[in-house]
């Protein structure tokens, strides 16, 4: 099934390729009388004919650097000032697919409308897969699996997602945890980073922050007195995967068959476990 749609695609995309072409041909060669008209002609299909099979040279990547250790600032980053599982990820894509890499900083809300005002190439930044993401942009496959978890005081009576109920709860916005913490129901404040809900938790303003995993851990370890609670039955399982915009298959391709190798050969794996051991 997925295939059929796959070819049915690459054989419109043909077509479409195909159709340009004989257009762009069509109205060169009609007023090719004087030799201004045809070099004019012969630079409009050279041009075309580049574009057919112009390899990607560089990708415009963008991410929200605060969401270690998927991706932080750092004075000497991987990428620049940009460091991370994400941005070391983004670096192995540059020099698998031998094409340079660019990374914008932007909000985490901001990513996907930069990407379909076409403002940047694709997105890497720790970003869930949903349903409602997916209509707007392609997911590339997913390269990490991932989950909500609780933050809480040490000595925290909170030992599940139901003991939240009537709790001052954090999130940061537009998070999945925001998404998370609404269809459970409950009342809670959202803030711009996680951070900051680490210092409402800390200076004992909120009860509980709800975040990602691996950036659950890493709070808990650069601030005493936290410990993260799980639940499983609440909170289900989350993909991690970049996104381009919808359409964009040669990107789509070249991103996926990079993220494969790396899934096949552990780099991703290995990448994952020393940012996270650090
Ligand atoms: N996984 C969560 C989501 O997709 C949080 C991602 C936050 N990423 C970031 N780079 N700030 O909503």
């Not at 590339?140 to 933050?151: E, K, N």
């Not at 381009?244 to 552990?266: R, S, W, Y």
Request: proline residues 2%; glycine residues 6%.
């Amino acid at each position: 099934m997925k295939k059929k749609v796959l070819a049915m695609m690459l054989t419109a995309a043909m077509a479409a390729t195909m159709f340009v072409g004989c257009g762009e041909k069509k109205e060169a060669e009609a007023p090719a009388a004087s030799s201004a008209t045809s070099e004019a002609a012969e630079e409009t299909e050279a041009t075309a004919e580049e574009t057919a099979d112009a390899a990607i040279e560089k990708i415009i990547f963008a991410t929200n650097p605060e969401f270690p250790p998927f991706e932080f600032i750092t004075p000497d980053g991987v990428i620049g000032e940009f460091d991370g599982i994400d941005m070391a990820i983004a670096a192995k894509i540059g020099e698998m697919a031998g094409v340079e890499i660019e990374m914008q900083s932007m909000e985490f809300d901001s990513l996907l409308v930069a990407l379909q005002n076409g403002q940047i190439d694709a997105t890497i930044a720790g970003m869930t897969v949903t349903e409602e993401r997916a209509k707007s942009v392609d997911f590339t496959t997913p390269y990490y699996t991932a989950t909500q978890v609780m933050i809480v005081k040490e000595d925290s009576e909170i030992a599940a997602a139901a003991d939240m109920d009537g709790k001052a709860i954090s999130v940061v916005q537009g998070y999945t945890g925001e998404t998370v913490v609404q269809e459970l129901g409950y009342e809670y404040e959202a803030f711009k980073k996680g951070t900051e809900c680490i210092m409402e938790l800390m200076n004992g303003k909120c009860d509980v922050v709800v975040i990602d995993s691996a950036t659950a851990q890493k709070y808990v370890a650069d601030n005493a007195g936290l410990k993260i609670v799980e639940d499983v039955e609440a909170f289900g399982a989350e993909e991690y995967a970049m996104a381009v915009q919808k359409g964009n298959t040669a990107l789509l391709d070249l991103l996926n068959t990079a993220i494969e190798e790396m899934l096949a050969d552990g780099t991703i794996s290995e990448l994952s476990a020393q940012y996270i051991d650090a």
